[in-house]
């Protein structure tokens, strides 16, 4: 199986920061790359996938990297409501769909 | 308006069954794959077992592989998860999700339920 590791596990940022989360896999899986938000007591919102392609109505701040084994979600200006937990997740060698462990973003 | 709602979780004792529904409008059920993923209290997603379009593809992680069934009726655009022999380490929020195809092969899950918590507890 395909193993994913995303960094930071947690990180602190301010209102209007540039944030970048990155993910690692374990082997190539070209651009068949999603990033999801999860807000506490909510599912999971599809934000990019393909690595690179904005899921209708996601806002224009976020934006995503990378091929092969190195991907990153960029957010330009970070806003209140992007507080969350971000997860990575591949689909190049599915099943099994595995998912990065998380990146938890908090204010600063 | 595109929804998925979850219902049958609920706590259990081990070594028991439970079954989920995930019942769908707003979309052609009948023409998607649909997944659940599972999520354990304060932890990450994990992705439980998926099922194609018309029923007769369905594939499963490791850990429920023989314990767990999924399956679906396209007529009552209903999504299921038919789970035996439970353990406490099932413990999680079950999600449905749908999948959307990119680039040939590559999937996503574009649209998610609310989840439903089954607790596995003596």
């Known amino acids: 199986d395909i193993q994913m590791t995303q960094s930071p596990s947690s990180l602190s940022a301010a209102v209007g920061d540039r944030v970048t989360i990155t993910c690692r896999t374990s082997?190539?899986?070209?651009?068949?790359l999603n990033w999801y938000q999860q807000k506490p007591g909510q599912a999971p919102k599809l934000l990019i996938y393909?690595?690179?392609t904005l899921q209708r109505g996601v806002p224009s701040r976020f934006s995503g990297s990378g091929s092969g084994r190195d991907f990153t979600l960029t957010i330009s200006s970070l806003q209140p409501e992007d507080f969350a937990t971000y997860f990575c997740q591949q689909s190049y060698s599915a099943p099994p769909h595995t998912f990065g462990q998380g990146t938890k973003l908090e204010i600063k | 308006q595109v929804q998925l709602v979850e219902s049958g979780g609920g706590v259990v004792r081990p070594g028991r069954s439970l079954r989920l529904s995930c019942t769908t409008s707003g979309f052609a059920f009948s023409n998607n794959a649909m997944h659940w993923v599972r999520q354990a209290p304060g932890k990450g997603l994990e992705w439980v077992a998926l099922i194609s379009y018309d029923g007769r593809n369905t594939q499963y992680v490791d850990s429920v592989k023989g314990r767990c069934t999924i399956s679906r009726d396209n007529f009552k655009n209903t999504l299921y998860l038919e789970m035996n022999s439970l353990r406490a380490e099932d413990t999680a929020v079950y999600y449905c999700?749908?999948?959307?195809?990119?680039?040939?092969?590559?999937?996503?899950?574009?649209?998610w339920g609310q989840g439903t918590l089954v607790t596995v507890s003596s």
């Open positions: 393909a690595a690179s």
């Open positions: 082997q190539n899986i070209y651009d068949y």
């Open positions: 999700a749908r999948t959307i195809y990119y680039s040939g092969s590559g999937t996503a899950f574009d649209i």
